[in-house]
Each structure stands twice: as structure tokens, then as C-alpha cells.
């Protein structure tokens, strides 16, 4: 940084989204050094958390809860440097407009967003004030872009092709630099200019109880969440499972449906960004040179390579990202039959592990990604719905949700995605054996609904009722 760059601004606003930490986040530590006072504002969109003709609300309780709990910690964590957080509900940019109109900052900060309903709001602010400088960096990513082989634009097809490049040339995984948190950062600007004509609310005045979603009442929510909130929670529970063995076990135990460690559990907070994934590659290669690297310490980084192809995927790909043909225009059927959507949601299909699983996700917020491939696959090709249903429910259910990674996988195993196999159709009945011979795993979560789920449909297409069991054998994949 330049000595000329610091403090050159009197106000920066700084708007966090998904980057909900202070380490390891170079626009923060920028932002610190360029502004004399800083205003810190979280907005939770309200067009994006309301419900659409697929799904009744986009964020259930459990991801709400989750958030709020989120933000309330990093409150706490600024505080700590004197500083505070600030909330809103409505549509961003009519929110922030507000905001500039009435405060003036030289300059607005926000980490770069990947998908097109994110950044919209900051394009259509950009041009509403040409003067102001709006200030962005990539710090959800393992890799700035300049660090990569192609641009986002020319991403190639499929994940191999993108693994490959990414391999040759990246910088090794197991260096990657992590930035410190700022020790101190500028101050609030004055209580008076935050004055109650704007929509912000200070996360403070929340006290014990945060917001509930509109409509909603957090207590709905499951308690404990199966992740704590906060950047300290996050980094303690990355520390524990770096202290066991696991991850030179995570090859072999990564498709497991249920169990501590049998994957890292990473992803709540890399969705909201508590944490980020050079914190994970960081810790990763600590435990590389403490006890070796070997086939499954390598899937951990292959795994969030995953995650970084699904980024720069959503980038290239804008409105793509959430239509029905995808990125392959292929013309695909798929139908909303409310009936068989409620069966999928609720847990009571033809399928016992199926069903298990859609229990384990209402009830938690949380599916292994075996699991979550088995039910979308299940509503694809055995309940023929359209796949956009299950992955907005995916959406509101999910407290790991993250846009890119949720709609690119949808897309790859419904066919008009990443995947050069166009598609994957699980065979229900063998995956029930390899990954639950012994039932536990569907007796734990009630996924045997007996005769309620004996039929796809209660009526066919001329309302009379059905009588045909359904051929539950399931398709070709294993
Ligand atoms: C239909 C479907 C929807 C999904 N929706 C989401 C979502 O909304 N948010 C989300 O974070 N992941 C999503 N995934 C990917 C994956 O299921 C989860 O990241 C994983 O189950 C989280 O558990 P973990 O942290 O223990 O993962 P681990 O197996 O320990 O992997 C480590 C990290 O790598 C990344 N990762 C792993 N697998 C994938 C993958 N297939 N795609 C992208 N990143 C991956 C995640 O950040 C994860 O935390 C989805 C997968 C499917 C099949």
C-alpha cells in the first residue's frame, strides 16, 4: 500500500455479505488503511428471501438463525476494535442509495459476488453515482485472478479440464499466505449522522434476540444449530479436526452419509465466509508437514478446487446459472406436481433412504454430499420435477448455502450442467447398500415410512386413484 493511500478517505462504508470475518481479508485491511471512519453494514436482501412459485420462503429458519447468530459475533469481534455493526432488511440498493445520499462516503467497500442477483444491486449502484469509488476484491476464493491459468470467461466445460490447468500453474496449495485480522481499525462515524432516517439498526440494540425472518419466528429453528456461529467458533472447530487423523482418512470416508470427521464439516462457514478457504489450505498444509500428505490430505484441496470451480462457473454463466435448460440450453422436461414435491420435502417417497435423508436435512440444516446427490438425483429422474424446485428448496433448507455451489451441482446431476456424462442417476436401491446396508443410517432418521410410502402418485392423470406400487429399483448409476 501506498503511503498516499492511507486515510485518503473520510468515510468509507463497508458492506459485508458473505466474508463475515476479519482475518484473512485483504479489502477489510485495506478499507482500515484508507478511511479515517469506517461504517460497517450487513444487508439481508428481502427480495431474495421471499418465496417464489417453487418454494414458500427462500431461507427457513435454520439458515436465518444461523446468519443473525453470525453477525451478532462479528458485531462482538468489532466491537473489540471499537468499531460496530449495522443491519438492514429490504432491497440493497434502494438501501445503500439511502445510505450514500445522506452520509457521503468517498468510497464503498464490498467483497466480489459471483452470482447475477448479487451483483446486480452493486451495477445499478455504480451507475447511480459515477463519482463515488466502489472498491471490490475476490476474497472468497483460493485464488485472486490474475493467480489463475484462464479468466472466468474462458472457464473451461468441465471441472477436469479446470483441475488440470489450475495444477500445472496455481501457486502450491499448501503456501498459500494468510493476511492477520487489522489490531485496530478506523472509528464509526458520529452517532448523530446515523441518523433514524436510515433503515440501519445497530446489531448491538438486538440483544439477546435477533430478528426474526419476516414472516417467521426464529424459534422454529433447531436448537443447537449443527454449527456454532463466528469467525472464533469456525477456526476452533477447523483446529479440532486438524488435530485428529481424519484428514488422511478423507478419501475413504468422505461419501459416508452421517458421522463426525468423516468429511471436514467446513462448509457452514465457508458459506458465510467466517471462514475462508486459504484458512483451510493454510491449516491443511501445517498438517501436511506435521503428518504427511497423502491421496486424501490432496482430496481436501480437490474438494474446495470443487468449490472454486463453482464460483467462477456462476460468474461466467449470470442468469444461466438458474434456468431451466442451464448452461447447455438442452431441452429438458420437468413438471411442478405439487404432490410429489411434498412427498420429496416431507420425507415420505418410495424411497426409505431418500426419505431419510430429506428428514436429516429439515431437521438440520445439513446433508452429507452423498446424501444430497441421492435425493436430487431421486427428484430429477424418479419424480421427474423440475430440478429448479429442489434446488431452491436446497436453498431455503441449507445453512451451508452458497449460491454457486448449490445451483452448479444441481445443474451438473440434472444434465445441463458441468458434468461430461450429461447427468447422473443414482441407483437408489444400491446406494442403499453400499452406503446403508444395515438400515442405521434410515431407521435414525425415520426414512421408513411403511405403506405412506407405497405410491409416486395417490391419483393419475384422470384422478382416479392409483393402485400400482412404483418400481423402486431406481436408474443406472451405483
Ligand atoms: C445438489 C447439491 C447441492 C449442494 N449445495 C451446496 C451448497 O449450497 N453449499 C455448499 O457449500 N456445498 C454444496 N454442495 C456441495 C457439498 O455437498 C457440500 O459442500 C459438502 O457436503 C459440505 O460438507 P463438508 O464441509 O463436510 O465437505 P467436505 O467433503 O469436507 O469438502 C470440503 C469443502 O469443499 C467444498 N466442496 C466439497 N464438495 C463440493 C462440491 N461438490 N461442490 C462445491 N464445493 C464442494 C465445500 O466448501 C466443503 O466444505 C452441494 C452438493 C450437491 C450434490
Redesign the pocket.
Known sequence: MLTSDLQKYRLGLFWFTNDLRLKDHPLLVRAAQQCQHLLFIFIRDTQQTRGNRFVSSRMSANRSLFQLQTLQSLNLDLKKLGQALFYAEGAPTAIVEQVINQLQPDAIYRSRQVASEEKRPWQQLQSQFPNSKFITATVQNIYQSDQLPVSADALPDTFSKFRKLVEKTAPNYGEVQIQAAPTSLPPPPKPTALSDHLALVAVDEWHINPPAQPGQSNKSAVEPLPAKAGEEAALNYMQGYFKTSAASH?KET?NALDGEFT?????PW??NGTLSPNQVLAALGRYQRLHGRNESTYW?YF??L??EY?QLYALKHGDKLFQLRGITNKPVTGCLYGERLARWINGTTPYPLVNACMNQLRETGLL??RG??IV?SCLIHELQLDWRAGAYY?EQQ?V???VA??W???QY?AGVGADPRQGRHFNLEKQQQMFDPEGEYIAKWRGDVGDRGAFIDSVDAADWPTNQPVDTSGGTLQ
Open positions: 478423507y468422505r468429511s471436514t464439516g467446513f462448509s465457508l458459506a481436501i474438494e474446495l470443487w468449490r463453482f452429507s454430499n444430497r446427490q436430487a436446497f441449507l451451508d448455502y452458497d455451489s448449490n452448479g451441482n444441481w446431476i
